[in-house]
């Protein structure tokens, strides 16, 4: 029987096999590629492109394509095969070292943000060797980048890898300063939580909402949702059992490091966690964990559901960011180690991340900018739209003491006692967790709970990155020079603690009064929606913050804006017309003929009897005429709206007028529809009720 360890990673062209199928000096010299950046000869490109095949083909592969993350939130590929004729009229499996550095898809038929003409459609897509190549089916997949002819990034990896370069320069420059002349890089790690639902595809087959949109649209409240909090940690029902076995197998022969999987909050809710990993490659798992959830489901007769808010009234679905940045010599410079106060290393990339996300508050809030997340942000079960940072109490006493000059008496460690001698006994963490913070220090790392589940984790990290990499620079250029470096570090961190403590919040994010002091007392931002953000993205300062680190150009910051918002639009437009649809073609016909079956049997109890009142049928067809005529009122209101939405002058003005209109539009068509569900007989209703779908899978 094979035991893990056979298996894992068997379908990655990983180190393990790079150095055993690769010429010593071919792979000591990708391993300086790969770890420092040096450029790569197509000598060395060429031997590793055959090594590659032969591995692949020995594992079954016909195919190869350059994998890659265009702005499209989803991956792309094309397939070549490895055959070429051979002169007896049979065909060899080739595969060079220019095929492997360059692919050229059609840059034209991707989202661009105006980049690119419709006619200008050559595209570059390019190898990029500190992420493995991998084997999904029977076609080898080679992780790239994707740029314009004119070398504008036209995906998410490319900004990703420049933020990456540009935090490990700046944290380079801080290290030497604290006499670190061994480490020869730093970068940024990330392990995300992926929150999903796991429906039957008997259920989604009777969801046009579903289908088209990822949510529902309509539905009401079931008699019982997550109120009695049974679901959350529970015993993990067969069937779902049996995916999350096979998702985890799939997962591990690729290498990636699922690790912890249990059922939610919500009913039909669920989560894995992966160890995590360098950010360019946790990217990468998580997008194939995505595609893969959604294929293995599909095998058990499910659907997995990525979508931020699938169901109103129950907790939707994040992507936690764990985030921390370390040396390749493996020290964690977000490591408090044992005296934190002492730490003086410590408390300057901690002084850079506070500063960082007051300073930035805005692109964190961008970076997970969509239609779907709009609808959770603020939500019972996700941070609120305001960014803040907690701390806990250790670092907080830590951070007050420098800022007023006082002794830092420490914190004990407080045994937890537990009243059963059998019990072990252990020491309790300084710091409780708090999961209604937007950006919480967890031990040796910040999670950031912001992010939706269906979002892709570059856009998030290439800010924090960024942000963190500006702190650091202008950390950096106060302190190379200066002749008291010790007093100098210590008015710096004292400064940034007075300038950005408002950042810092250790309460209940959930709590109203606390939005109000974040906005009224602090100054905190609060951009409920997509609209309200999105056009920050080319204030002054952002521009000059991300084009000064190489992270993105003017054009490609433009470019973004655009398709964000068009991305926006289209999903709010499709859903306005799937609801338009589904009101006018199936529920208005359902309530209209349980209607009339209603009105029959009054009439057929007056027949028999003319002195029955028949008040049950009465109030009954009253209520269901009463809502048929809402129905139809407020589709007609919607489908006008959306048809108004071509008089908008550019799409930011578009934006606006779904965020002020056909947002509330929709809401109130909703509302009917619901009410007329909780009267219609079940029968009669077209489509599986909340209670059918949550509780579908046995």
Known sequence: MKTISDYFGSLVFDDRVMKSSLPTDVYETLKKTIDVGEQLDISVANAVADAMKDWAVSKGATHFTHWFQ???GITAEKHDSFISPSPDGGVIMEFSGKELIKGEPDASSFPSGNLRATFE??????????????IKGKTLCIPTAFCSYGGEALDKKTPLLRSMEALNKQALRILRLFGNESAKYVRSSVGPEQEYFLITKEMYDKRPDLQFTGRTLFGAKPPKGQEMDDHYFGVIKPRVAAFMEELNEELWKLGILAKTEHNEVAPAQHELAPIYTTTNIATDHNQLTMEIMQKVANKHGLVCLLHEKPFAGVNGSGKHNNWSIATDTGQNLLSPGETPYENAQFLLFLCAVIKAVDDYQDLLRISVATAGNDHRLGANEAPPAVVSMFLGDELNAVLEAIENDTPYEGTKK???????DVLPKFNRDNTDRNRTSPFAFTGNKFEFRMLGSSNSIACTNIMLNAAVAESLKIYADRLEGVEDFSTSLHEMIKKTIKDHKHIIFNGNGYDDNWIKEATEKRGLLNYRTTPDCMPHL????NVDMLTGHGVFSIPELRSRYEI???????????EANTMVSMAKTQIAPAVESYSVHVAKAANTKRAMDASIPCEYECKIVKKLSALLDRISIKADELEDAVLSLDEAEDIGSESVMIRDNILGLMGELRLACDEAETITAKKYWPFPTYGDILFSVK
């Open 414 to 420: 407080t045994q937890m006692k537990l009243g059963v």
């Open 538 to 541: 080319l204030d002054k300062k």
């Open 70 to 72: 265009p702005l499209t």
């Open 121 to 134: 459609a050559r595209g570059y897509t390019a190898w990029d060797p500190t992420s493995y190549a991998f």
């Open 564 to 574: 964000m918002l068009e991305n926006y639009c289209k999903a709010v437009v499709i």
